[in-house]
């Protein structure tokens, strides 16, 4: 496969500085190298960067960083288009504001192929703020609820050209949920399995139902995965840690069963933010867990120590 990595070091989404160091720790961490090592063709096309904020404004005053956001939504909606029609996309973020621009624009190029995409949203919250619900201004909130076309957005982000169908997309990991959130959700079909659902069921029995329904509908399906889906014991560097999330085994486990299913075509690895790891493991993590989505083995997963 060829993959494309780009990196987005955004961190306007985000309370906490940081994130936009995120690509670089993963390229230090050799994402490409360990691709290479699977046989993949890997371009990293380097770092992309905004340019004229647009003048808006919004009514609700805890609103942070609007313009910077409407600006890389615009323009990560037009890189992941182009970027999709060469290969795998992988969006090395950054804070899962990043989101709101990368699924659009795979959105479109999957609409050009003539097939739904879906979306598996690996995370410990559901990001289903709009412009109007947010409390804490933090627009990382907002992604899933603007890609799935919901109502708030117009004016302020760039319109949608093919909005995600909520009953495509599917949440595993969840923990934190804020109330306006859930009443949003409960409008809307999207799949949500908190970590109580993964304990009672177990996350391959969750994962798999998703597949056979993405397979069914000859779906594209793009993964995002947030470094707080992992539980923080393992994966500390990220500014909204929520304990009790997934497990190294239940990760790469994920993993290995999206690899297997041949059926993801873009990838996005957020909220990494190198500023609060230790030395690098959550960086190494997630090459790690990268490269077994990619088709790496537990036969040959190098031993690691830090």
């Avoid at 594209?220 to 497990?247: E, K, N, Q, R, Y």
């Avoid at 190294?248 to 690895?269: K, N, P, Q, W, Y």
């Amino acid at each position: 496969m060829h993959c494309r990595l780009i990196g987005i070091p955004l961190q306007d989404g985000a309370s906490r500085l940081g994130c936009e160091m995120g690509p670089s720790a993963l390229r230090v961490a050799d994402l490409a190298g360990a691709l290479k090592e699977l046989g993949h063709e890997v371009t990293d096309t380097g770092n992309v960067v905004i340019g004229e904020l647009p003048d808006i404004r919004h009514p609700n005053p805890a609103v942070r960083n609007l313009p910077q956001i409407a600006a890389w939504t615009k323009l990560l909606t037009e890189v992941a288009y182009r970027e999709a029609a060469k290969g795998m996309p992988i969006f090395m973020g950054g804070d899962h504001a990043l989101s709101a621009g990368t699924i659009a624009g795979v959105a479109r190029h999957a609409a050009d192929k003539g097939r739904p995409l879906f979306v598996l949203w690996l995370d410990a919250h559901t990001d289903f703020h709009t412009l109007d619900s947010t409390t804490s201004g933090n627009l990382h909130g907002l992604p899933a609820a603007y890609y799935t076309g919901q109502a708030g957005f117009e004016g302020y982000l760039p319109p949608l050209s093919h909005a995600v169908d909520p009953a495509n997309l599917c949440m595993i990991g969840i923990r934190s949920v804020d109330p306006a959130e859930r009443e949003t959700i409960k409008r809307n079909a999207v799949t949500v399995h908190d970590m109580r659902t993964i304990d009672e069921h177990g996350v391959a029995v969750l994962v798999r139902q998703f597949l056979e329904k993405v397979e069914a509908a000859n779906g594209m399906l793009h993964v995002s995965l947030d470094v707080d889906f992992l539980d923080p014991s393992i994966a500390p560097a990220v500014g909204t840690t929520v304990p009790g999330g997934a497990t190294f085994r239940e990760a790469h486990l994920v993993m290995e069963m999206l690899h297997d299913s041949g059926l993801v075509t873009s990838l996005d690895l957020v909220e990494l933010n190198p500023f609060l790891d230790e030395r690098g493991r959550t960086a190494t993590l997630l090459v790690d867990l990268t490269a077994s989505l990619m088709g790496r083995t537990v036969l040959d997963r190098p031993t690691r120590s830090y």
